[in-house]
């Protein structure tokens, strides 16, 4: 398993973000992440989605490519992000990461959903996303290092179930309890490197740029 695939979602993307995603393998668009393709002159290999949200002129333009396009009915009971990243995880290039942008948009419910994809794990694939100079991973149980630029932002949510959570190297070291849903982890500062060793999944959120 080698490789990187790309998936952009409808959300706005930073140009920094599509740098901090570099390199990668594979472009997969979700739906209306083409038009975001087209900004930033990115030609996707395939796109995924019911194609409710794109627009007219993106639509036409994937159409006259040679590249895979997968369509879905309007009415379905999973999201073009999720749909997206089913298809990558099974794609017959295999690949070990997905890096998403356009994690953010207009709409907060979409918004709320496209967070929710970092906590569905894809069996021996790690998600990233990449928002206004942020990386945004989801953590697993267990001990795990990070590296971060001095004075740079650090936030972690608990997701699925309260974890006892023990952070060390950050300007406000913690040994506790997070609870899904409130924000006893934000705005934390880091001096360099870092750890955090979580009983239970854990978002977290390191600035990499500024």
């Not at 990243?85 to 496209?114: C, M, Q, W, Y």
């Not at 979580?198 to 740029?209: A, G, K, R, Y």
Request: hydrophobic letters at 40%; proline letters at 4%.
């Amino acid at each position: 398993m080698a490789g990187v695939a790309l998936l952009i979602l409808g959300g706005k993307v930073h140009p920094v973000d599509l740098s901090l995603a570099s390199p990668y393998d594979h472009i997969c668009c979700a739906d209306s992440g083409v038009d975001s393709a087209r900004v930033l002159d990115l030609v996707p290999d395939s796109v995924v989605g019911d194609m409710d949200s794109i627009s007219q002129e993106s639509l036409e333009w994937i159409y006259n490519l040679d590249i895979e396009i997968v369509k879905y009915p309007t009415d379905k009971d999973h999201t073009d992000g999720e749909l997206a990243i089913t298809h990558l995880s099974l794609h017959d290039k295999v690949f070990e990461k997905i890096h998403i942008l356009g994690l953010a948009g207009d709409r907060p419910d979409h918004v709320f959903g496209n967070y929710l994809l970092l906590s569905n794990s894809v069996e021996n694939r790690s998600i990233h996303a990449f928002v206004n100079g942020y990386l945004i991973q989801s953590v697993s149980e267990g001990k795990h290092w990070f590296s971060a630029k001095p004075n740079s932002q650090v936030s972690v949510f608990a997701l699925r179930r309260p974890a006892r959570v023990r952070m060390t190297g950050l300007k406000y070291s913690y040994s506790g309890l997070l609870t899904p849903l409130k924000a006893q982890g934000i705005s934390n500062i880091a001096w360099g490197s870092f750890s955090i060793e979580t009983s239970s999944e854990l978002l977290l959120f390191i600035e990499l740029s500024r």
